[in-house]
């Protein structure tokens, strides 16, 4: 029951605060900021502060289309197939052709379950592989055009930050979650990194 005192803004600030809160957590789109963004549509919160659902996207810094699709994927799916696309990379129609395999707590695979955790990520990913039937020969190191087209887009990206204008908190979670995940890359790769 809601309570009248609560000024009309009220729930859509905690909404909105958990949804920050899970994709600090996540550093990617989990299912818990997904869960929040249904609520914010579907109880249309957004309306004291947007005229639409598009407007109210595009504030957060997402477009209407990759949230709708999100949610879509969270009806369909539920939260496994986040947790399992964060380790695993695993596009839609894929994680359909396994999804008797994922449940909450993992991925179940010649009875054992590999839960989902960061530690377990290359387990997940051979046993999502395994599932699918792919080859599980480990990945040979990119060559030397991988790097510098990787490279160029790492200084386009520092770039195209140069123009950036302004940027609302939620957008700074997101880039702050995408520079998060760069610096572990990076360091995977064993490049010495400075502090931050």
Same mark, same amino acid.
């Given at each position: 029951?809601?309570?009248?005192?609560?000024?009309?803004?009220?729930?859509?600030?905690?909404?909105?605060?958990?949804?920050?809160?899970?994709?600090?957590?996540?550093?990617?789109?989990?299912a818990?900021?997904?869960?929040?963004?249904?609520?914010?549509?579907?109880?249309?919160?957004?309306?004291?502060?947007?005229?639409?659902?598009?407007?109210?996207?595009?504030?957060?810094?997402?477009?209407?289309?990759?949230?709708?699709?999100?949610?879509?994927?969270?009806?369909e !799916?539920?939260?496994?197939?986040?947790?399992?696309?964060?380790?695993?990379?695993?596009?839609?129609?894929?994680?359909?052709?396994?999804?008797?395999?994922?449940?909450e707590?993992?991925?179940?695979?010649?009875?054992?379950?590999?839960? !989902?955790?960061?530690?377990?990520?290359?387990?997940?990913?051979?046993?999502v592989?395994?599932?699918?039937?792919?080859?599980?020969?480990?990945?040979?190191?990119?060559?030397?055009?991988?790097?510098?087209?990787?490279?160029?887009?790492?200084?386009?990206?520092?770039?195209?930050?140069?123009?950036l204008?302004?940027?609302?908190?939620?957008?700074?979670?997101?880039?702050?979650?995408?520079?998060?995940?760069?610096?572990?890359?990076?360091?995977?790769?064993?490049?010495?990194?400075?502090?931050?």
């Amino acid at each position: 029951m809601k309570n009248p005192i609560e000024k009309p803004d009220a729930n859509l600030d905690r909404w909105l605060g958990r949804r920050e809160a899970f994709g600090m957590i996540a550093g990617r789109c989990s299912a818990a900021e997904v869960e929040s963004l249904r609520r914010i549509r579907n109880e249309k919160l957004y309306r004291g502060r947007t005229r639409n659902w598009a407007e109210f996207c595009a504030q957060l810094g997402v477009s209407r289309r990759n949230v709708e699709r999100s949610i879509r994927q969270l009806e369909e !799916f539920g939260p496994a197939y986040f947790h399992l696309a964060q380790l695993a990379h695993i596009r839609p129609e894929e994680y359909r052709t396994i999804a008797a395999h994922v449940t909450e707590n993992g991925v179940h695979v010649e009875g054992a379950v590999i839960a !989902f955790l960061p530690e377990n990520t290359d387990k997940v990913t051979a046993a999502v592989a395994k599932l699918l039937g792919r080859d599980e020969h480990p990945v040979s190191k990119p060559a030397a055009s991988s790097f510098a087209l990787a490279l160029k887009r790492c200084e386009s990206a520092t770039q195209s930050l140069d123009k950036l204008p302004v940027l609302q908190p939620a957008q700074k979670l997101q880039l702050a979650a995408v520079l998060l995940d760069m610096r572990e890359k990076a360091k995977a790769l064993g490049v010495p990194l400075l502090s931050w």
